[in-house]
């Protein structure tokens, strides 16, 4: 059975930091590229950051909007991946629950997009 389970978030001031934590796991994700998404109040879903496996170096990819302030890195084990995003110089505008998931699409079960529960992160003074 396919999970995604995100954890971390809470609430932040603005500039400072957190940590998010997924666990992936029921599927071959450890040869997926994976992704964390974030999808702010009333906004679509928007891609955050991206790492390839690690066959293919597991190289990070970032969005403009948070380059240079998020980290996104990953660990293989068997049957299961941990994806990790530290998060720093946080803004409101990051304010957002996160996802984490595969890369280019979701990943999809019985024909739909499957999503964990996410993580809610609120950046506020």
């Known amino acids: 059975q396919v999970q995604f389970v995100e954890s971390g978030g809470g609430v932040v001031q603005p500039g400072g930091s957190l940590s998010l934590s997924c666990l992936a796991s029921g599927h071959n994700f450890g040869i997926y590229h994976m992704a964390w998404y974030r999808q702010a109040l009333g906004k679509q879903r928007e891609l955050v950051a991206t790492?390839?496996?690690?066959?293919?170096?597991?190289?990070?990819?970032?969005a403009d909007s948070v380059k240079g302030r998020f980290t996104i890195s990953r660990v293989n084990a068997v049957n299961t991946v941990t994806l990790y995003l530290q998060m720093g110089s946080l803004k409101p505008e990051d304010t957002a629950v996160y996802y984490c998931?595969?890369?280019?699409?979701?990943?999809?079960?019985?024909?739909?997009?499957?999503w964990g529960q996410g993580t809610q992160v609120t950046v506020s003074s």
């Open positions: 998931n595969a890369d280019p699409r979701p990943f999809r079960v019985d024909g739909n997009d499957y």
């Open positions: 790492i390839t496996p690690p066959g293919l170096g597991s190289v990070p990819d970032y």
